[in-house]
């Protein structure tokens, strides 16, 4: 996750749904410290250093989208959601990330790419 210009206190990942109270929450962590300008990341499936699962992540399973989104606590500020399957994580090798994709025209698509390409647009149109 990229913060841009603010802070996130932590991050959610559900299933979506047209209707929005049948949204799932399959995981959500809350940082030790409010995260500022830059680059984190932290690993979904287990506890990681400088965050508390508060939701422990539930078993993904094939076929289904997700969507990762970072959160203020006061609701200020969120980051873009990323929306993925299993088969998107998969495809993911070291160095490589997934991410939501601005176009210059304002459509969002995901993308995945190298964590240089990701850190270098991801600030773009904040």
């Not at 830059?38 to 997700?66: E, F, I, M, Q, V």
């Not at 006061?74 to 959601?81: A, F, K, L, P």
Request: aromatic share 8%.
């Amino acid at each position: 996750m990229m913060v841009c210009g603010h802070q996130i206190d932590g991050a959610t990942l559900y299933v979506g749904s047209d209707d929005v109270n049948k949204t799932v929450t399959v995981g959500s962590w809350t940082a030790d410290r409010p995260l500022t300008a830059g680059l984190t990341t932290w690993t979904l499936d287990s506890p990681s250093a400088g965050w508390t699962a508060h939701r422990p992540l539930n078993p993904l399973t094939a076929k289904t989208a997700y969507a990762l989104y970072g959160w203020t606590k006061d609701n200020s500020w969120s980051s873009s959601r990323v929306s993925f399957t299993l088969t998107d994580r998969d495809q993911l090798t070291p160095g490589k990330v997934r991410y939501d994709a601005i176009s210059d025209n304002g459509d969002e698509s995901a993308a995945t790419g190298p964590i240089t390409e990701f850190k270098a647009r991801a600030c773009q149109n904040t």
